[in-house]
């Protein structure tokens, strides 16, 4: 039986890195050709331009808390090259605002969790839906459910470890949303389990290590793992 997420599925993941490797290269063309005036060029491409990438992934997810304060911080970068009046002395008098921001992102983080403790999508070793987030720091959860039907695991600076001994797949199956920058997700499975990778990489990687029993039928469920990585990597593997 397929699962029921698949149905009808598109691939987004897949979707939203082809236009974004579009737009990409059309800035590079445009900039080549000299569209792109130099001082709007120094800003997009340049290395705070990561956290607006993390902005407009998250802001597509519709996660717009976190998607508003990376936007904060990349403006926080940007701010002197936009606006040249703004001497970068006087910014930095406010640098602590970055403080206050991570502080109130890793806030929404709690709450989210804190949300995902009622019944039906708990945090317990029970629990049948998971929302991972490792942002500068790491994670290693053991899954033990009796109908696990997926979620999502965000790796940003960080990693995550997820262990599924003594899980079962869900009967309509199950999908992992994954997303990696400048991160990595280790994903350990049991042997009989049947996976299918849909992961979009650029400039990272998603190992499939699993090794295949001969003498072993898989299980009728799948687990679909789709998703991103950007400067990022993961893996997946058995027992």
Same mark, same amino acid.
């Given at each position: 039986?397929?699962?029921?997420?698949?149905?009808?599925?598109?691939?987004?993941?897949?979707?939203?890195?082809?236009?974004?490797?579009?737009?990409?290269?059309?800035?590079?063309?445009? $900039?080549?050709?000299?569209?792109?005036?130099?001082? *709007?060029?120094?800003?997009?491409?340049?290395?705070?331009? %990561?956290?607006?990438?993390? #902005?407009? %992934?998250?802001?597509?997810?519709?996660?717009?808390?976190?998607?508003?304060?990376?936007?904060?911080?990349?403006?926080?970068?940007?701010?002197?090259? %936009?606006?040249?009046?703004?001497?970068?002395?006087?910014? +930095?008098?406010?640098?602590? *605002?970055?403080?206050?921001? #991570?502080?109130?992102?890793?806030?929404?983080?709690?709450? /989210?969790?804190?949300?995902?403790?009622?019944?039906?999508?708990?945090?317990?070793?029970?629990?049948?839906?998971?929302?991972? *987030?490792?942002?500068?720091?790491?994670?290693?959860?053991?899954?033990?459910?009796?109908?696990?039907?997926?979620?999502? %695991?965000?790796?940003?600076?960080?990693?995550?470890?997820?262990? &599924?001994?003594?899980? /079962?797949? #869900?009967?309509? $199956?199950?999908? @992992?949303?994954?997303?990696?920058?400048?991160?990595?997700? +280790?994903?350990?499975?049991?042997?009989?389990?049947?996976? +299918?990778?849909?992961?979009?990489?650029?400039?990272?990687?998603?190992?499939?290590?699993?090794?295949?029993?001969?003498?072993?039928?898989?299980? +009728?469920?799948?687990?679909?793992?789709?998703?991103?990585?950007? &400067?990022?990597?993961?893996? @997946?593997?058995?027992?």
């Amino acid at each position: 039986m397929e699962p029921k997420h698949e149905a009808g599925s598109a691939k987004p993941n897949h979707s939203f890195a082809g236009a974004g490797l579009i737009i990409i290269g059309a800035l590079l063309l445009a $900039g080549n050709l000299g569209f792109i005036p130099q001082p *709007v060029w120094d800003i997009i491409f340049r290395w705070p331009t %990561i956290f607006l990438i993390i #902005a407009i %992934i998250n802001l597509v997810k519709e996660k717009f808390i976190p998607a508003l304060i990376f936007t904060a911080i990349w403006g926080f970068f940007v701010l002197p090259d %936009i606006f040249p009046t703004l001497h970068t002395d006087e910014l +930095k008098s406010y640098w602590p *605002v970055l403080l206050i921001l #991570a502080g109130l992102l890793f806030l929404n983080t709690h709450r /989210k969790r804190k949300q995902d403790s009622y019944p039906g999508k708990t945090r317990t070793h029970e629990e049948n839906l998971i929302d991972e *987030v490792a942002i500068f720091s790491g994670n290693v959860r053991r899954i033990e459910s009796e109908s696990f039907e997926g979620g999502e %695991i965000t790796s940003i600076f960080g990693g995550s470890e997820l262990y &599924f001994n003594n899980c /079962k797949i #869900a009967p309509e $199956g199950a999908v @992992i949303e994954l997303t990696n920058i400048f991160g990595g997700t +280790k994903i350990v499975v049991p042997r009989n389990w049947n996976v +299918k990778i849909e992961v979009t990489s650029i400039l990272g990687g998603f190992a499939d290590k699993r090794i295949y029993p001969d003498n072993e039928s898989p299980s +009728k469920q799948t687990l679909i793992i789709k998703g991103m990585s950007i &400067f990022g990597g993961g893996e @997946i593997t058995n027992f």
